[in-house]
């Protein structure tokens, strides 16, 4: 796919950057996925869940071949996703946490699917390869959200240790939910060109209501306020390290060779 | 949405008198007539009376094939994370999903016999039932996950294609499913092997140590060879296949697609001979194998143990989720 439309140097660059930060997030929540394939709590949702972190994968690969187009100088899908140091993965803080209990995955699922929807919301028409993508994932991700819903209403509901575990799941991760809908460098230049409808300012307020909208009736209110103490995409600490380690592992054992 | 009443059933309604055995006779002829519907090629279903050696024979062999598939994601989902590209990654995932899914359906089968899915992970962990011998041993490097794929699923399709006909209605059924399945991870299984075998030497010696370390366990996957005539699950039509006729049958069909790849079998005997028409091997090592399916495996420990950690760690979402909800949802 060849991108239809020529942009001026900083609208390609803020649309590189969006696209790596959006296919870093959903290679990284695929992975952390991924690692309950086999040893989900039920066989029934096993199977669920290593479909939702198919999903993830496939709209990674997806924003990787756009980006790989985009930048035309020979680096493939997988060059991207793969052979890059640690420090430069563009993920969001939320996701920057080890795949923890049952508890704290469906909460980082729960912030990240909702947060996401929002921010799918607001890609515009700027770039017909990426807008007709993300309809095409916005088709999938309802339905992540839905199925994630309906865990958050059965932990919340579920009693004693359920409840407890997801309200502390919720609230370790609260502070760094908003990193997923950061403003990214070029927001402008990317609203300018129709790339972005709206500044991720006005995607994050539309998100906190969706959020006190499923989990008020639950009785769980969370403080989504946006703090910037950290960097919302750098700065990756010691659970991307491993997980990094772990996933280049293969692929470094004979580098430039085809597997 | 479609009317469930407009659809045929899948199984014709109960003719009375077609399925005698389901009357109220005395033991023994309830017996004759379930043997000789059995024998004649015919189908039993779950609601179907049988006689207690076949509920037990059919459930312990439909456990245990539902405890090697749950298993046997173990060796695999270790190199989900190491998958060396986006595209191996999403077809290792599918793939180990798979087989939770043949785990589900399988204990599902299972389920309807009488145990509860519970009491058979209760019996897996407690080493009281099997599971498979291939499953027991370690996943060394990214070559094992092209074998194991295309070579210890070529060999359990071999025996599963000739449980497609089972005499228990829902395992034939489920089989025809799962062998579906099975064939298309032997396709991604060949496609890693030959992706290394065409790729840089270290590659190549990859391929070639990991069938030197699988060789052994592949030939004794099917088992000793055993008296036709004493194997009550042949009998019983429970299967179809003698585990030496399953061996042959891999062989002929597998041999010369390792040969044609460059790599070497690990066994100096292995010759077919024209004579009697039967692949002569050098003799498998029984003792490996029962030690192995005892338990005593090189992983068999490991395995069960990293499988009751992680039960006991997710019973709270057990718990949670499948007792009554504490307040409306």
Known sequence: ?259 | MTDPLALDPILAPTDPGARPWNDDLPHDERFELFESHVLAGGKIEPNDWMPDEYRTAVLRFVEMHANSELMGVLPEREWIMRAPTLRRKLALTAKVQDEVGHAQLLYRVAEDLGKPREAMFDDLLAGKTKFHNVFHYPTKTWADIGIIAWLVDAAAIVAQQALRDSSYGPYARTMQKICWEESVHIMHGRDVVVTLMTGTDTQRAMVQEALDRWWGPLMQMHGPRSDRTKDRDLHWRIKAKTSEELRQEFLTIYVPRILELGLVIPDRELAFDEATGEWRYADPDWAELRTVVTNHGPMSEERLEFRRLNRAATAWVRDAILSEPRSAA
């Open chain 1, 1 to 259: 796919m060849t991108p239809a439309v020529t942009f001026e140097p900083r609208v390609s660059a803020a649309l590189a950057d969006f696209l790596l930060s959006m296919a870093d997030d959903e290679f990284v929540i695929g992975f952390s996925d991924s690692e309950w394939t086999g040893i989900a709590p039920i066989l029934e949702e096993d199977v669920a869940m290593s479909s939702l972190a198919q999903d993830e994968l496939g709209h990674a690969r997806a924003l990787y071949e756009l980006l790989a187009d985009l930048r035309a100088d020979g680096h493939d899908a997988d060059a991207l996703a793969y052979d890059r140091e640690p420090e430069a993965y563009r993920h969001a803080r939320l996701l920057d946490h080890g795949r923890g209990d049952w508890a704290t995955t469906i909460a980082r699922r729960f912030l990240y699917d909702t947060a996401d929807a929002a921010r799918l919301a607001s890609v515009g028409e700027g770039w017909p390869p990426l807008a007709d993508l993300v309809a095409k994932i916005r088709r999938e991700e309802r339905y992540h959200v839905m199925h994630v819903t309906l865990w958050a209403e059965r932990l919340a509901n579920g009693g004693g240790e359920a409840r407890s575990r997801f309200l502390d799941a919720l609230e370790a991760l609260a502070p760094d939910a908003g990193s997923v809908l950061a403003s990214p460098d070029g927001e402008s230049a990317l609203i300018g060109a129709g790339i972005l409808t709206r500044p991720m300012a006005d995607a994050a307020s539309a998100w906190r209501a969706d959020v006190a909208a499923i989990l008020g009736p639950l009785g769980i209110t969370l403080n989504l306020a946006n703090t910037e103490a950290r960097p919302a995409r750098a700065e990756h600490g010691e659970a991307f390290r491993w997980l990094w380690g772990e996933f280049t592992s293969v692929r470094r054992s004979e580098p430039g060779a085809t597997w």
